[in-house]
C-alpha cells in the first residue's frame, strides 16, 4: 500500500481540542503532573527494566546508570541475512498424500511427511528465518559519581523523553533522551545546576554474536574532537549471507569547557571536561530500502539527517519532538481514581497492585501500551516486532520476529480504537509484501495456482514458507489473520480508496483458500488440510517418528471462523468497490460451507472438529476462541449457546499463562461484558507477567504483544463498536467506579468520550466523523442518533440528548 508506505494517509483524525467539555465528576480523579509517568528510585540492571525511546525507527534503551551509563541502540532494519526466498519446491506433489493421510487418521505419518517436504529450506538447509540485531551501545562515563543521592529515573509519556536526575556532592545532574520523529536522530543531553562541571568520556560500540559462529562487523573510530562513527554489517545465518551495511554518527554540541580524543583503548572515546552542558546528536541508518532492495547508502543518509538539523538549538529539538508526539498521544486521555499507592514509585507500584486498590496504573499501563506504538510503529516504518524496536541481545528470543499466530496482531489491536490509526500503516503495508513473497509459497510448497500463503512467522525480508517444524509450521492462515487487520481499518475510516488498494491482498488470500480447501470425507464441510491450532495438540495424540507429538490436522475452529470473516469481509469489499461479482458469490457459498463451531463434552467450544479437548489442558493460545475475539461472529446476543461455551473454554484453561494469553483472556471477557473477570486478568498480568518497565513478559522476555493486549483489553471494557451500536461501559469493572476518558474511536468513523460515577454512566459525548448514522447502547437504554460530519453530540446518563456540539 503505497499510501502507507509513504505515510500519506487518509486521516480523519482528531476534532479541535475544546469541542466538547465533558461533566465533571466527584471523586479523587487521575489528573496532573506525574500521572503519565514511569519514575523509579535506581538505575536498571538489565533491558527489562531499561526506559524505551523510539521514533518509530530509531531507538534506545535507557538504563540510568550513574557512573557508567549504558544506552542499547536499536533500529529497525538491522537484521542478519538479506533477501532470500526460501519456499520448499517439494511440497507441492506431496500434498496430496500428506491430505489423504490425514483425513485417513494417520496424523503423525502426515506430520512427519510435511516436515520432510513442505518446511522452509534456507539454500542447502534448515528451516527458520533471520533475526533482528543490535545496532550498538552508547557508552558514558562520569569520573567520581559513585555516591550520588536524590537518584531519580523516569519516563515521561506526554513528552516521550526519559530524564535521569541526581546530586553528587553540591551540584545537581540531569540528563534528558529522546528519540526524534521529526529529525530522524536520538538527542542525550547532560547539564548540572552548576557552571563548569560536566566531565565524562564517551563512547560507541558495536556487538559481535557469540552464540553460534558469525560474520558481522563493526568499527567505531573518532574522525573529529566532536564526532564518532560506528559503522558494519550484520551477520550471515542459516547460510543466508549478511549483507546489511550499518552507518551512525554521534555529534557531540558543548557549551563550555574542553573536549580532546582518547583513543590509547580500543575503541575511541571522546571527553568532555568543564562543560556546562553537551548535547549528544545520534543519527543511524542501513542500507535497507525493502524486502528485496538493499542498495541504500547509510551513510548519505545519516550525512543528510545531521545537516538538515544543523544550528538547531537543543530547546527547539526538544520542542519539536515534543510537539510530533502530542500530535499522536494527546488524542485520548484516560482517569481513574488514585489512591496513596498511586504515588509510590512504579516498581512498588507493580509489586502493590494484585492486594491494593491502585486503579490509576491501570491508566497508566493504557497510555504506556500506546506510547509504545507511537515509538515502535509510524508510517515508513517497519511493523512492532516481538520486542517492539527494541532489543538488548544478539540472539533475542524467537529471533525478536514478526509472530503471525498471535503475537503481531495483538501488537496492533489496540490501533484503531485507542486513536493511533496512523500507526497502523506500517502493519498494513507489509501485509501486500507479503503477499508477494506468499504467492511463492502458495505455489511452489502448496500446489496452489492462485493467490498467496503465510504460516505463524515471517521477518525483515518477508519469507513465507513454514518454519521452526511441522508441530508449528504446518498452520496455514497467518496471512488471512493479517487480512482482517486491513478490514477493520476500512471499518474504522471507510476509507474507500485504501480498500480499493487493499482489496487485491485480501481477495489473495481468499483465492488461495478458495482452491486449497478440501471436503471432509465424513462431516463434508470445507477444511483447511493440511493445517494444526496454532502450537497445541489435541489429547492423546500420537508421537511422530520424529518423536514429536502430532498438531497437524483438518479444519481446526480458529481457521474456520479466520476465513468465514476474510471470506465475508471479500464480498462486502467487493460489494463496496462494485468489482468481481462472481468472485463474490464464489467466497459467500464458501462461507456457508466451512465447518461449524462445535460444542463439545464438557460444555466447551471445541477446538478441533473432533471432541479431543483436555479439561487439563492449560495451553497459552485461546485459538479456537478467536471467533469471540477479536472475530465477531460469536456473540452474547446472537449466539448465546456458544458464547457459553467460550467461557467454558476460558475456565477450563484457568486464568495462568504468558503475557499475551493473559490479555487475550481479558479481552475475551471484556467482550462477553464481564469486567470483573477482565480485571482479575488485568491484574494477573501486572502481578506475573509484567516487566517493572511496563513491558509484558513472555517466557520472562520482555515483549509488546501483551502491553498492547492490556489496552486492548481496557479500550474494550470501555467501549464496544463491532456489533453494529456504539456500546458504553459494557464491561465496567467494580475497580473503577469513577473515571472518564476521552478519544476512544469506534467502528464507523466516530470518536466517544465518557465519565461515570460509582459505577453508572453520567455524561457521554458523540463525535461523527463521517455523517454516518449512530446507533447507541448504554445497558439496556438505546438511541438512534443522526450524525453530520464534523459534529458532536452530547448526552445525558439516559442516552438523552442534551446538545449538539
Known amino acids: 500500500m503505497d499510501s502507507f508506505k509513504s505515510g500519506r494517509i487518509r486521516a480523519i483524525g482528531p476534532f479541535s481540542v475544546g469541542l466538547m467539555v465533558l461533566v465533571a465528576i466527584a471523586g479523587n480523579v487521575a489528573g496532573g503532573d506525574g500521572d503519565l509517568t514511569l519514575w523509579y528510585k535506581q538505575p536498571a540492571t538489565k533491558w527489562a527494566e531499561a526506559l524505551p525511546i523510539g521514533n518509530g525507527r530509531l531507538g534506545a534503551l535507557v538504563f540510568g546508570k550513574i557512573a557508567d551509563e549504558q544506552i542499547i541502540l536499536n533500529e529497525d532494519t538491522i537484521w542478519t541475512g538479506s533477501p532470500y526466498e526460501p519456499s520448499n519446491p517439494k511440497g507441492a506433489a506431496a500434498m496430496p498424500e500428506i491430505r489423504r493421510l490425514i483425513f485417513a487418521g494417520k496424523v503423525a505419518e502426515a506430520q512427519d511427511l510435511f516436515g520432510k517436504t513442505a ?30 543521592k536524590n537518584y531519580r529515573r523516569e519516563l515521561d509519556l506526554e513528552t516521550a523523553i526519559a530524564r535521569v536526575v541526581y546530586q553528587v556532592d553540591d551540584v545537581k545532574y540531569t540528563r534528558e533522551v529522546f528519540s526524534s520523529p521529526v529529525d530522524q536522530v536520538i538527542v542525550l543531553r547532560l547539564s548540572a545546576d552548576k557552571p563548569g562541571r560536566v566531565s565524562f568520556s564517551v563512547k560507541l560500540g558495536g556487538r559481535i554474536n557469540v552464540k553460534w559462529p558469525s560474520d558481522e562487523t563493526f568499527v567505531t573510530s573518532a574522525i573529529r574532537p566532536d564526532t564518532l562513527v560506528l559503522q558494519g554489517k550484520t551477520g550471515t545465518y542459516r547460510e543466508i549471507e549478511g549483507r546489511l551495511r550499518f552507518y551512525a554518527q554521534l555529534k557531540a554540541l558543548r557549551e563550555g569547557g574542553k573536549t580532546f580524543i582518547d583513543n590509547s583503548n580500543e575503541h575511541d572515546r571522546l571527553n568532555f571536561v568543564g562543560a556546562d552542558a553537551v548535547t549528544l546528536v545520534l543519527a543511524a541508518a542501513t542500507n535497507f530500502k525493502n524486502y528485496k532492495d538493499i542498495g541504500g547508502n547509510p551513510k548519505a543518509l545519516v550525512e543528510k539527517y545531521l545537516a538538515d538539523i544543523k544550528g538547531t538549538s537543543y530547546e527547539q529539538l526538544r520542542k519539536d519532538h515534543i510537539r510530533e508526539h502530542q500530535r499522536l498521544f494527546g488524542r485520548l486521555e484516560i482517569e481513574l481514581d488514585k489512591t496513596d499507592v498511586s504515588n ?19 491508566a497508566l499501563l493504557f497510555q504506556f501500551g500506546r506510547y509504545l506504538l507511537i515509538s515502535s510503529s509510524r508510517p515508513g516504518c517497519q511493523p512492532a516486532n516481538l520486542q517492539g524496536i527494541w532489543n538488548g541481545s544478539m540472539h533475542p528470543s524467537w529471533d525478536c520476529k514478526y509472530t503471525t499466530n498471535i503475537n503481531l496482531e495483538m501488537n496492533y489491536w489496540p490501533a484503531e480504537v485507542a486513536n493511533l490509526s496512523e500507526c497502523h500503516a506500517p502493519l498494513l503495508a507489509m501485509i501486500p ?12 510448497t502448496h500446489g496452489a495456482r492462485k493467490g498467496w500463503v503465510l504460516g505463524h512467522n515471517t521477518d525483515l525480508w518477508r519469507a513465507t514458507g513454514p518454519i521452526n517444524g511441522p508441530y508449528w509450521g504446518s498452520w496455514p492462515c497467518g496471512g488471512a489473520w493479517l487480512c482482517t487487520h486491513l478490514w477493520e481499518h476500512y471499518l474504522f475510516t471507510e476509507d474507500e480508496e485504501f480498500l480499493r488498494e487493499a482489496y487485491p491482498t485480501m481477495k489473495g488470500s481468499a483465492e488461495f483458500f478458495l482452491e486449497t480447501l478440501q471436503v471432509h470425507p465424513k462431516y463434508k464441510w470445507l477444511v483447511t488440510c493440511p493445517s494444526s491450532s496454532p502450537e497445541n495438540c489435541p489429547r492423546n495424540a500420537p508421537k511422530t517418528a520424529e518423536g514429536q507429538t502430532a498438531s497437524i490436522c483438518a479444519g481446526p475452529t480458529m481457521d474456520m471462523q479466520i476465513l468465514r470473516y476474510l471470506f465475508n469481509s471479500c464480498a462486502r469489499a467487493s460489494e463496496i468497490l462494485d468489482v468481481d461479482k462472481d468472485f463474490r458469490e464464489q467466497v459467500i457459498e464458501a ?14 467450544l471445541q477446538e478441533w472438529l473432533e471432541d479431543l479437548d483436555s479439561p487439563e489442558d492449560h495451553h497459552r ?8 475475539y477479536p472475530g465477531t461472529e460469536i456473540s452474547l446476543d446472537r449466539t448465546p449457546d456458544l458464547a457459553r461455551a467460550v467461557a467454558k473454554s476460558l475456565e477450563m484453561r484457568g486464568e495462568g499463562g504468558t503475557g499475551f494469553g493473559m490479555t487475550w483472556q481479558m479481552c475475551l471477557w471484556a467482550r462477553m ?4 473477570k477482565a480485571h482479575r486478568l488485568l491484574k494477573n498480568e501486572v502481578r506475573v507477567n509484567t516487566c517493572i518497565n511496563l513491558f509484558s513478559k513472555c517466557y520472562g522476555t520482555p515483549q509488546v504483544d501483551g502491553t498492547s493486549g492490556a489496552v486492548a483489553g481496557i479500550a ?11 456500546h458504553l461501559l459494557p464491561a465496567l469493572p467494580s475497580a473503577w467506579p469513577n473515571g472518564s476518558v476521552k478519544g476512544l474511536c469506534a467502528r464507523g468513523g466516530f470518536e466517544v468520550d465518557m465519565t461515570w460515577k460509582n459505577g453508572s454512566l453520567t455524561a457521554a459525548a458523540i463525535r461523527s466523523k463521517l455523517g454516518n448514522k449512530c446507533k447507541v447502547r448504554y445497558g439496556d437504554m438505546a438511541v438512534e442518533l443522526e450524525t453530520e460530519a464534523g459534529r458532536g ?8 440528548q442534551i446538545e449538539e456540539l
Not at 119 to 148: C, T
Not at 673 to 676: E, F, H, K, M
Not at 716 to 726: D, R, T, V, Y
Open 716 to 726: 474494550e471494557m470501555l467501549l464496544q463498536s463491532h456489533a453494529g451500536k456504539i
Open 591 to 604: 462461507s456457508k460451507r466451512l465447518a461449524t463451531n462445535q460444542i463439545g463434552q464438557y460444555g466447551q
Open 433 to 444: 509484501e507479503l503477499a508477494a513473497q506468499g504467492a511463492y509459497t502458495a505455489r511452489l
Open 344 to 362: 509510590l514509585p512504579t516498581d512498588e507500584r507493580l509489586k502493590a497492585f494484585y492486594n491494593s486498590d491502585d486503579p490509576q496504573l491501570a
Open 793 to 800: 453530540y452530547r448526552l445525558n446518563d439516559k442516552l438523552r
Open 119 to 148: 518446511m522452509a529450506v534456507n539454500r542447502k538447509r534448515d528451516h527458520e528465518q533471520m533475526k533482528y540485531q543490535i545496532l550498538g551501545d552508547l557508552w558514558l562515563n562520569f569520573p567520581g559519581h559513585f555516591s550520588a
Open 621 to 628: 493460545h485461546f485459538s479456537h476462541l478467536w471467533g469471540m
Open 673 to 676: 461484558r464481564n469486567g470483573d
